[in-house]
């Protein structure tokens, strides 16, 4: 009888050990499982047609407005900074769930989404359930780049869908009054490099921004071009207009090229967090690469296109993680 209890416990125990302390070796094996990189020939089997599909919508929508190719990629950029890669900057709000479009940094500003819906209702049309809709950003954000004569890059693909949004993680988005000091932690704590986030900060090449957002430089900033903020001030008076836009980059505006460098070479970044680049006391380094990108197109469009690879793999979900949504606007309905 007491042997009995003693082996039940023993038993009890080792089971319990075994339900807590799950096997090194095991619980690595799972995990590769459950989240596989992300692949270039990942839709080769399953929807082949899915980038030239894409491709053809945001070729089609650039057309008829070139600010979209800025308006993908800004919005790919503020999906992969919100908790990676996952699509959760599509998500509509719900009656239960703030998503991330009403917060400050995309309220009035991320646009594009009816670009996004297009290219995935055609994919849905091509291969049903198959192609997620944080890819369908991802390429739909190099084919804009590419549609205004900027670089392609190699993506890869495999990005699985997020099942919420986190509309208080989007205060990890940098501000446009943000020093270099703001920029750079930001970045950092996104693993880039201050030499990136100079790349990446040519993406200002392209688009458009309302008046709320210039404001604060245009009227009191030394390290402006005075001819250049006062043509701003008649666009953005001190009260009022918060939504009229200006060019990012009033020489090209529409032009993914360098353009944006020479800019802050003369003073004229649109944004304090631009400027902050060039004689702001960012010091040589920075100075230096804003210099030499504005002298040599290449050199930016191969360091801008190896960052844009590396910030569209920011931790993706993938394998068995979240979904393919078949809306991108809403999480699939609960399959009971
Ligand atoms: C360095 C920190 C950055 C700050 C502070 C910043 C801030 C801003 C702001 C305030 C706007 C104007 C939005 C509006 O008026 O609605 C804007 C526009 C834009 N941003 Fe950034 N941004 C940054 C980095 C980036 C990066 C890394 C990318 C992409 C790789 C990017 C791409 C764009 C584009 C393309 C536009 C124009 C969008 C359009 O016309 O619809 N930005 N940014
Ligand atoms: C949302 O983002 C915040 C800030 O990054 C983080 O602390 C929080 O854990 C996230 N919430 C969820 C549900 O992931
Ligand atoms: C421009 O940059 C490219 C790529 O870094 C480099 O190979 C080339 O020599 C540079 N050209 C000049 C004129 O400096």
Known sequence: MENRALFFAATTFSLLLLLLLPHPSTAASATAAASPPLSSTFYHATCPRATSVIRAVVQRAVAGEPRLGASLLRMHFHDCFVQGCDGSVLLDDTGAVEGEKGTPPNKNSLRGFQVVDAAKSELEHVCPGVVSCADTLAVAAREGVVAVGGPSWDLLLGRRDSLAPNASATIELPGPDSPLAGLRE????KGFTEAEMVALSGAHTIGRSS???FRGRIYNDANMDREYAARLQTACPPVGGDLTVAPLDPRSPDMF??????N???RKGLFRSDQALFGGGGGNAVEEQVLR???NLSAFEADFAAAMQKMSALSPLTG?????RVNCRRVNPAVE
């Open 293 to 295: 990108y504005s002298r």
């Open 211 to 213: 008046c709320r957002f």
């Open 257 to 262: 090229d360098n353009a944006y460098y020479g």
């Open 186 to 189: 930001m970045f950092a704590a």
């Open 320 to 324: 068995g993680q979240g979904e393919v």
């Open 264 to 266: 802050l070479v003369e």
